[in-house]
Structures are given as structure tokens and as C-alpha cells.
């Protein structure tokens, strides 16, 4: 694929190009992929509705893009190197012609067993080649997925489900992770038990649990693929077929599912991929995370595999049999392109050189950061310690609803600065807003960050609910795209992404909304109320803090005991994900005269600080502050 920059002065040429003219831009790029029929027309779209399509008309399978496409001059490469949990446990490389091969399998055992083109198929499984397997066999026949994260509860599951009346789940036995073996298929078993538009679940075995399988329901994945042959002719798809649904969590209760097309979001994750990992012909590429998340979609299975990246898949954490396991893994594939998580930077710093100091780290070329600010301390660590001064960092701004990295360095072509995501991709022209909309123009600036033209991969809509994305994402500022993300711009122009402006928290990379913590809480019967907000953590960037009210009988009961079930409440309606970091039992939560919680209030207290709480005596209840801060332990 060309299309790869490769000097500054280049990527200031290019990126003027893509907003000089966009659609010739996008036009010039897409010509790199087959298309079964070319597109009538490169964009169309209004961003109040908002319609958004892309290659309108364009006849495609991504996974003839990744595959047919590419097999002559890379099917013996490998497409996927695959790490186990264990590193007693043998690592698996799959060339594209064994991967091509195992999806048109999978594909054909699908189709079997009715699965058809439309269909929304759940993917609930541990990180396992099969999972890159499952999705790319779901693309081949034009079935919908939905990949549902294995650490959420089978409650979450079973909304995901709903929402996407899905027929199929596709899941595992159970799961590695660290010293943890988990029980998948009993988590699957107890969400189809409310979800009427299932029609079937298929099960890999992975840990050799004993599992119940339904019959009518339950087949294993060694059935379906049984006699299948190799061979899979790809469904045809049009540009704007959906490809995937992927739930995440907004400042409401519920999360939304976003919507990704076909056409775009090949287009953008490949280009975005070769462009902002340098990748080069033979590199290995590796991305720690789950693939349950957008950063595993984007760039684990579908960017790299378009691009004919041989890309590292790892089933565990980074401190399992000990903290050196990342770079044990990097030494022993010898990568060249590290993406992770700040979190993870940061509980490996806290772990000690030791760690690292005993792997060979020499194959590192370029570092990745997503999901979260990079605090200034993590960056020069993880730039000194494991880039040995020597690896560009490239901190990647993006998020579910952009389907690919929007705001990054170009390793060793864009000067970094720590923190600070420095500049748009080719296509992306963000703006800074205030809270009326007026445009911050110029640089030294802040404000709200939004993006004023569509780019490919770029959501369609929240499934099921257009209207629900168009408030959300199109109607805070007249005609732009919001991400709810704050955002700087220096004096250089660069871009610095100061953390979320809406009721949504980033805790260890992973988003979650406090309405959605909050309404798991009230579940608990001796709950009257709660309030969630986050507040700054040393490892996982925010954590979660619940301030809880209690209804009148819970003073029979011990507030220790009270906190550990609302716990596992929690852990039951979302996950352990989203376990308080800390809970505080209060007698009241502050509010505002027409009952508001005042947030404002309660995250000053979360932080420990209580000066500037500016003036309570406006409460409903301003008594009630003072005795929180008690409680808190926080210092009038
Ligand atoms: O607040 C931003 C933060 O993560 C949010 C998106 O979360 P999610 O959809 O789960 O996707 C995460 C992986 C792409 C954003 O609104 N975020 C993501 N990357 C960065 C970031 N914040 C600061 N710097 C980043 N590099």
C-alpha cells in the first residue's frame, strides 16, 4: 500500500492536500483496495441529520482486502504471531494463507448453521487468534459483529444482546488471565437466559472447563468447522454495510452501540496504521489490548492486516508470571512497534527497573500510547527506559466513534512533546469551541475539541437509535462533530487532550459512565441514593469514587459489610471493571434547589481539596458538605 508519509515537510503537503480536497484526498488513498464496483461518488453528507456515507456505492469484503488481495505476496508472512497467557504454553504464528484459510472455515460453518448476511453475532471471548478468527469470518459473510469485552457481567452481556437483537454468540469455554481462569461459557449460560433473539452459541475450547452446552443452542466450535472446506467465496458488501457494532459507555445510564461501516473504516484504518506506526515490510507489531475495546478492532486485527502487517496478539496481563512479561514478549518476537496503554506504563514503572533491564529491547523502533492522558512522568520513562531515548512516542488521540487514531505524531517525522498528541492525521480538521460554539481560532488556546469535516471511519450512527446519536454527538455545536473531550492548543499548534468535559470517566484506558455506575448502585436494596465522580489515580489515571446514601434500615447493618455487596452489585450489572476505587457512606449528597447533585462539590472533595468549593450557602442543603468533608477526611 502506498500512500505513506515519510518527512514533515511531506505530511504539511499531504495534510494540506486532504483539506484542499478532500474527496480527491480519500479518493487517491481507496484506490489502493479492490473493489468489486468502484463508488459513484467519493463522500455525501450533512452533519445535522447527521447522514455520513462514504464511497457511496462502492461494492467491497474487507476480508478479500485483507486476503485475495494480498495473498501473492504475503500469504507466507505472518499475519498474527499469538502469545498465551502462560509462557510455558507454546506461542502460535498464523501466516495470511493459514489465517485465510481458518476464517473461510469458520465462515462456511457459520453460513451452516444459518447464520446469514444482516445477522448481529456477539463475540465473547478470551484473546485467542479464534477471536481475530470470529470477527473476520463475521465480515466475510457480511454478519454484524458485536464484541463484547469478557470482563463484562452476564447482565451487561445480556443488554448488549437486546440491543443488538443478536442471533449468535460466539464464545469460549473459559479464559486465561494472569493466575485467573475464567468461567466464559457460565457467564454466557446465565445471559441467555433474557435474551429471546438468540438462536445459537458456538464454544471454543480453550481451558477444558466443564461447561454446560444446551442442546438446541450450544454447538462447539470444532462442530461447526468440521468438514468445512478452506475455501469461502466473500459476501458482497456496499460501502456503508454496516461492519461492526461496538457498545461504549456515554455520560447517560446506557451504553450506545456505535456503528462502523465497510468502506471508510478499511480505508482509514489501514492508512492510519502505515502512517502513524511507520510500518515496514517484515516488522513485527504489537498492541496490548483486549479486543473487545476499539484500539483491538482498529488496530490488533483490521489496520494491520489491511496493511499485511504481521501483528502480535497476547492473551494475558503484563504482570503475570511477573512485570517483565511485556518485554519478555517483546524481546522473544523481537518488536518493532510497541502500543500500549499509559495505565500499564504506569504499573510497570511502579514495578521497578529490574523488570525491564533483564530483556533485550534493541527491535523497539517506535512507542504507542492510547486511551488516556500520558502524564509527563510515564512519558519520560517509558521514552527512556524502554525507547532508550531512542524510539519516537507516538500519543494517539482517538475514540470509539472515530474508528481510527485522529491525532498523532508521525514517528520521527513530527517533533513530540510530551503529552501532547501534537498534530491531525491527513483529513481530520479538529476545532476548538467555547461553551456557546463561537470557534477558538488561533493557537494558545482552549476549549471543547470538535472535528468539522467527516473523515472515513467516523460512526454512522448509535444502533438502533439515530436520533440518540445525533443528540449526542451532533447537536451540542451546530455542525461539527463533538468528541466531549477538553482539548489545548499550544502556541506550535499542537494538541494537548486535557480528559472528558461530560459525566464519563477514564479509568485504567477504559471508559465508563458515572450515570451507569450509579444506576448499577441503586440497585443495591439498602441504596437510596449515589453519586459517582472520579478523581486523579496514580496507576489507573482516574479511579471511582461513590458516595452513597443509605436507606433508613441500613443502620442494622455493618457499613463494611454494606460496602462489599454494593461491590458486588456492581460487579454483577457491569463488571469488576467498574469497582469503586472508593466508597463513602454519606447522610445526604449535596444539591442544588431544584435537586441537582452538585458534582462540582463532590469531586473537589474527591481530590482532597477543599478549597474553592465556591459558594454552597445556594445548596439545598449546605450542611450536608460539611459533614461529607468529615467523613472524607478531607481538611476544611
Ligand atoms: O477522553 C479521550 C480518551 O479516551 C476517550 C475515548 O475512549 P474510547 O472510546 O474507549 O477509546 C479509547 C481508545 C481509542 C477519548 O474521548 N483518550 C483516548 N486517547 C487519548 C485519550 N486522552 C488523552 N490522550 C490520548 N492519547
Same mark, same amino acid.
Given at each position: 500500500?502506498?500512500?505513506?508519509?515519510?518527512?514533515?515537510?511531506?505530511?504539511?503537503?499531504?495534510?494540506?492536500?486532504?483539506?484542499?480536497?478532500? #474527496?480527491?484526498?480519500?479518493?487517491?488513498?481507496? #484506490?489502493?483496495?479492490?473493489?468489486?464496483?468502484?463508488?459513484?461518488?467519493?463522500?455525501?453528507?450533512?452533519?445535522?441529520?447527521?447522514?455520513?456515507?462514504?464511497?457511496?456505492?462502492?461494492?467491497?469484503?474487507?476480508?478479500?482486502?485483507?486476503?485475495?488481495?494480498?495473498?501473492?505476496?504475503?500469504?507466507?508472512?505472518?499475519?498474527?504471531?499469538?502469545?498465551?497467557?502462560?509462557?510455558?504454553?507454546?506461542?502460535?504464528?498464523?501466516?495470511?494463507?493459514?489465517?485465510?484459510?481458518?476464517? $473461510?472455515?469458520?465462515?462456511?460453518?457459520?453460513?451452516?448453521?444459518?447464520?446469514?448476511?444482516?445477522?448481529?453475532?456477539?463475540?465473547?471471548?478470551?484473546?485467542?487468534?479464534?477471536?481475530?478468527?470470529?470477527?473476520?469470518? $463475521?465480515?466475510?459473510?457480511?454478519?454484524?459483529?458485536?464484541?463484547?469485552?469478557?470482563?463484562?457481567?452476564?447482565?451487561?452481556?445480556?443488554?448488549?444482546?437486546?440491543?443488538?437483537?443478536?442471533?449468535?454468540?460466539?464464545?469460549?469455554?473459559?479464559?486465561?488471565?494472569?493466575?485467573?481462569?475464567?468461567?466464559?461459557?457460565?457467564?454466557?449460560?446465565?445471559? @441467555?437466559?433474557?435474551?429471546?433473539?438468540?438462536?445459537?452459541?458456538?464454544?471454543?475450547?480453550?481451558?477444558?472447563?466443564?461447561?454446560?452446552?444446551?442442546?438446541?443452542?450450544?454447538?462447539?466450535?470444532?462442530?461447526?468447522?468440521?468438514?468445512?472446506?478452506?475455501?469461502?467465496?466473500?459476501? #458482497?458488501?456496499?460501502?456503508?454495510?454496516?461492519?461492526?457494532?461496538?457498545?461504549?459507555?456515554?455520560?447517560?445510564?446506557?451504553?450506545? *452501540?456505535?456503528?462502523?461501516?465497510?468502506?471508510?473504516?478499511?480505508?482509514?484504518?489501514?492508512?492510519?496504521?502505515?502512517?502513524?506506526?511507520?510500518?515496514? =515490510?517484515?516488522?513485527?507489531?504489537?498492541?496490548?489490548?483486549?479486543?473487545?475495546?476499539?484500539?483491538?478492532?482498529? /488496530?490488533?486485527?483490521?489496520?494491520?492486516?489491511?496493511?499485511? =502487517?504481521?501483528?502480535?496478539?497476547?492473551?494475558?496481563?503484563?504482570?503475570?508470571?511477573?512485570? *517483565?512479561?511485556?518485554?519478555?514478549?517483546?524481546?522473544?518476537?523481537?518488536?518493532?512497534?510497541?502500543?500500549?496503554?499509559?495505565?500499564?506504563?504506569?504499573?510497570?514503572?511502579?514495578?521497578?527497573?529490574?523488570?525491564?533491564?533483564?530483556?533485550?529491547?534493541?527491535?523497539?523502533?517506535?512507542?504507542?500510547?492510547?486511551?488516556?492522558?500520558?502524564?509527563?512522568?510515564?512519558?519520560?520513562?517509558?521514552?527512556?527506559?524502554?525507547?532508550?531515548?531512542?524510539?519516537?512516542?507516538?500519543?494517539?488521540?482517538?475514540?470509539?466513534?472515530?474508528?481510527?487514531?485522529?491525532?498523532?505524531?508521525?514517528?520521527?517525522?513530527?517533533?513530540?512533546?510530551?503529552? /501532547?498528541?501534537?498534530?491531525?492525521?491527513?483529513?481530520? +480538521?479538529?476545532?476548538?469551541?467555547?461553551?456557546?460554539?463561537?470557534?477558538?481560532?488561533?493557537?494558545?488556546?482552549?476549549?471543547?475539541?470538535?472535528?468539522?469535516?467527516?473523515?472515513?471511519?467516523?460512526?454512522?450512527?448509535?444502533?438502533?437509535?439515530?436520533?440518540?446519536?445525533?443528540?449526542?454527538?451532533?447537536?451540542?455545536?451546530?455542525?461539527?462533530?463533538?468528541?466531549?473531550?477538553?482539548?489545548?492548543?499550544?502556541?506550535?499548534?499542537?494538541?494537548?487532550? @486535557?480528559?472528558?468535559?461530560?459525566?464519563?470517566?477514564?479509568?485504567?484506558?477504559?471508559?465508563?459512565?458515572?450515570?451507569?455506575?450509579?444506576?448499577?448502585?441503586?440497585?443495591?436494596?439498602?441504596?437510596?441514593?449515589?453519586?459517582?465522580?472520579?478523581?486523579?489515580?496514580?496507576?489507573?489515571? +482516574?479511579?471511582?469514587?461513590?458516595?452513597?446514601? $443509605?436507606?433508613?434500615?441500613?443502620?442494622?447493618?455493618?457499613?463494611?459489610?454494606?460496602?462489599?455487596?454494593?461491590?458486588?452489585?456492581?460487579?454483577?450489572?457491569?463488571?469488576?471493571?467498574?469497582?469503586?476505587?472508593?466508597?463513602?457512606?454519606?447522610?445526604?449528597?449535596?444539591?442544588?434547589?431544584?435537586?441537582?447533585?452538585?458534582?462540582?462539590?463532590?469531586?473537589?472533595? =474527591?481530590?482532597?481539596?477543599?478549597?474553592?468549593?465556591?459558594?454552597?450557602?445556594?445548596?439545598?442543603?449546605?450542611?450536608?458538605?460539611?459533614?461529607?468533608?468529615?467523613?472524607?477526611?478531607?481538611?476544611?
Amino acid at each position: 500500500m502506498t500512500n505513506k508519509i515519510n518527512t514533515l515537510g511531506g505530511y504539511i503537503h499531504e495534510y494540506q492536500k486532504s483539506v484542499s480536497n478532500p #474527496e480527491a484526498f480519500w479518493a487517491s488513498v481507496a #484506490e489502493n483496495f479492490h473493489w468489486r464496483k468502484k463508488w459513484d461518488k467519493v463522500l455525501d453528507w450533512n452533519f445535522e441529520e447527521p447522514t455520513i456515507e462514504w464511497f457511496v456505492n462502492g461494492k467491497l469484503n474487507i476480508t478479500e482486502n485483507i486476503f485475495e488481495r494480498q495473498l501473492f505476496t504475503h500469504g507466507d508472512k505472518a499475519a498474527i504471531i499469538w502469545e498465551p497467557n502462560n509462557p510455558d504454553e507454546a506461542s502460535i504464528t498464523l501466516t495470511y494463507r493459514e489465517l485465510f484459510e481458518k476464517v $473461510c472455515q469458520f465462515s462456511n460453518g457459520l453460513l451452516k448453521q444459518g447464520v446469514k448476511k444482516g445477522d448481529r453475532v456477539v463475540i465473547y471471548m478470551p484473546m485467542v487468534p479464534e477471536a481475530a478468527i470470529a470477527m473476520l469470518a $463475521c465480515a466475510r459473510i457480511g454478519a454484524i459483529h458485536s464484541v463484547v469485552f469478557a470482563g463484562f457481567s452476564s447482565n451487561a452481556l445480556a443488554d448488549r444482546i437486546n440491543d443488538a437483537q443478536a442471533t449468535t454468540v460466539l464464545t469460549a469455554d473459559g479464559g486465561y488471565r494472569g493466575t485467573k481462569v475464567l468461567e466464559i461459557k457460565k457467564i454466557v449460560d446465565e445471559a @441467555l437466559e433474557n435474551t429471546p433473539s438468540i438462536e445459537r452459541s458456538v464454544v471454543l475450547k480453550r481451558t477444558g472447563s466443564e461447561v454446560t452446552m444446551k442442546p438446541n443452542r450450544d454447538i462447539w466450535w470444532s462442530d461447526v468447522i468440521a468438514g468445512e472446506t478452506l475455501e469461502n467465496k466473500a459476501e #458482497e458488501m456496499d460501502s456503508e454495510d454496516m461492519l461492526f457494532i461496538l457498545y461504549t459507555s456515554g455520560s447517560t445510564g446506557k451504553p450506545k *452501540g456505535v456503528v462502523h461501516t465497510t468502506g471508510g473504516y478499511m480505508v482509514y484504518t489501514a492508512y492510519s496504521f502505515k502512517n502513524v506506526f511507520q510500518y515496514n =515490510a517484515g516488522d513485527v507489531y504489537w498492541c496490548t489490548a483486549d479486543i473487545g475495546w476499539i484500539t483491538g478492532h482498529s /488496530y490488533i486485527v483490521y489496520g494491520p492486516l489491511l496493511a499485511g =502487517a504481521t501483528s502480535v496478539m497476547f492473551e494475558g496481563v503484563p504482570t503475570f508470571p511477573d512485570a *517483565g512479561r511485556f518485554w519478555e514478549i517483546v524481546d522473544k518476537h523481537q518488536v518493532n512497534q510497541f502500543y500500549t496503554a499509559p495505565t500499564a506504563i504506569r504499573a510497570l514503572q511502579a514495578k521497578g527497573l529490574e523488570y525491564v533491564e533483564k530483556h533485550d529491547l534493541s527491535s523497539l523502533k517506535v512507542l504507542g500510547s492510547v486511551g488516556e492522558p500520558i502524564n509527563e512522568e510515564a512519558w519520560h520513562w517509558y521514552h527512556d527506559h524502554i525507547g532508550k531515548d531512542r524510539c519516537p512516542i507516538v500519543d494517539t488521540w482517538w475514540q470509539t466513534e472515530t474508528g481510527g487514531i485522529l491525532i498523532s505524531p508521525l514517528p520521527g517525522i513530527t517533533p513530540t512533546k510530551p503529552t /501532547y498528541a501534537t498534530l491531525p492525521l491527513p483529513g481530520i +480538521q479538529p476545532i476548538l469551541v467555547d461553551n456557546e460554539g463561537n470557534e477558538l481560532k488561533g493557537n494558545s488556546v482552549e476549549g471543547n475539541l470538535c472535528v468539522k469535516f467527516p473523515w472515513p471511519s467516523m460512526l454512522r450512527t448509535t444502533y438502533g437509535d439515530h436520533e440518540r446519536c445525533r443528540q449526542t454527538y451532533f447537536s451540542t455545536y451546530k455542525g461539527l462533530y463533538f468528541t466531549g473531550d477538553g482539548c489545548k492548543r499550544d502556541e506550535d499548534g499542537y494538541y494537548r487532550i @486535557l480528559g472528558r468535559v461530560d459525566d464519563v470517566i477514564n479509568v485504567s484506558g477504559h471508559r465508563l459512565g458515572t450515570a451507569e455506575i450509579e444506576n448499577a448502585i441503586n440497585e443495591h436494596p439498602l441504596v437510596n441514593e449515589s453519586a459517582v465522580v472520579g478523581y486523579p489515580h496514580e496507576i489507573k489515571g +482516574q479511579g471511582i469514587y461513590a458516595y452513597i446514601v $443509605c436507606e433508613a434500615d441500613a443502620a442494622n447493618h455493618d457499613e463494611e459489610q454494606i460496602k462489599r455487596s454494593i461491590i458486588s452489585t456492581i460487579n454483577k450489572i457491569i463488571g469488576p471493571i467498574a469497582k469503586p476505587d472508593k466508597i463513602l457512606v454519606v447522610p445526604g449528597l449535596p444539591k442544588t434547589r431544584s435537586g441537582k447533585i452538585m458534582r462540582r462539590i463532590l469531586r473537589k472533595i =474527591a481530590e482532597n481539596n477543599a478549597s474553592n468549593l465556591g459558594d454552597i450557602s445556594t445548596l439545598l442543603n449546605p450542611e450536608v458538605v460539611a459533614s461529607i468533608m468529615d467523613k472524607a477526611g478531607v481538611a476544611v
